[in-house]
């Protein structure tokens, strides 16, 4: 991987919703948000999505991914 930030995007989404889980069940501030379906969904889609982003931005859209299936 380079020094594209595009190819980090679906890593960073993925940081963001563990870290938002993290918050919620950690900070007794947030604490009434675990309790928020919407909430615990949203962190869960965002770290699925993130992961999903990260292998297909990778796998398909790469341009160090594009010379390694040239060669």
Excluded at 29 to 49: H, K, R
Excluded at 54 to 69: G, P, T
């Amino acid at each position: 991987m380079g020094k594209d930030i595009k190819n980090y995007v679906g890593a960073i989404m993925a940081l963001v919703g563990a870290l938002l889980m993290i918050l919620a069940t950690f900070v007794p501030a947030m604490a009434d948000l675990c309790d928020q379906n919407w909430y615990t969904a949203g962190s869960l889609i965002l770290i699925i999505g993130g992961i999903i982003a990260h292998v297909v931005i990778n796998k398909y859209f790469s341009k160090e991914a594009k010379v390694i299936s040239n060669e």
